[in-house]
Every structure is written in C-alpha cells, then in structure tokens.
C-alpha cells in the first residue's frame, strides 16, 4: 500500500482547474493565477511558413513549452508544413503576446491563435 497514494487528476478544462486547485483548499486569491497553469494543450496550426515555424519554437521553448516542426525545417526545402505547439494555458497566452512583436505575417498567427484561444477557453 503506498502511503502518498500519487494519482493522475484529469485536468482538460480552466473549470475542471479551479475545481481541484479549490478541492485542496489553497488560497482563493491564487486559484486565478494557477488555473490556467494546470490545463496543457497540443495546437496544430497548419501552413505555416517554415521560417516563421521556426520563430514560433523558438519563442515558446523560451516560455517552457514545444513546438513540433518537421525535421528538415532548418534546410527550408518546402514553403510551409504543419506544427504542433505544445503548453499550458499560460504559456499559450504567452506566446500570442511574443508573436505579436514580430513581423506582419506572425502576427497574423498571433491573431488567429489569440482568437482560436478566446473562443476555447
């Protein structure tokens, strides 16, 4: 019999966060803060200009996240190709506000994100 009892405590929705954050009785005031923190998604945004693929990874490896790219991105054979970005809610939002300081075309997918967000969540 395990003393601590570890279990896994499925976390898909900012509700379902607030709820267990609460359910272990932390401080109301900080329930705001770590919600978001505890919900992780996988984003697929598809064609996407290599280059700015490669923006996009490495400003989300700078907020703790991933980003999949294709493996050959760096010799840049195709145009564009599918990405998966990987986080938390936080590092998500994050990541729009970053995108959004850079050229017209990735801020174009910081908008498209930061819309695909809103509307999720």
Do not use: C
């Not at 996988?42 to 700015?52: A, G, P, R, S, T």
């Amino acid at each position: 019999m395990s003393k601590y009892n570890p279990s896994v405590v499925n976390v898909e929705t900012l509700d379902d966060a607030r709820v267990e954050i609460q359910k272990i009785g932390s401080d109301p005031e900080s329930i705001e803060i770590m919600a978001p923190k505890a919900v992780s998604k996988v984003i697929k945004l598809e064609n996407i200009v290599l280059q700015d693929a490669i923006i996009i990874k490495q400003d989300m490896l700078s907020l703790g996240g991933e980003v999949a790219i294709p493996r050959d991105a760096f010799e840049l054979r195709e145009d564009s190709s599918d990405i998966l970005i990987m986080g938390t809610l936080r590092q998500l939002r994050e990541l729009v506000e970053k995108l959004n300081r850079h050229h017209p075309r990735v801020k174009a997918i910081s908008k498209e994100l930061s819309v695909f967000l809103s509307d999720i969540y």
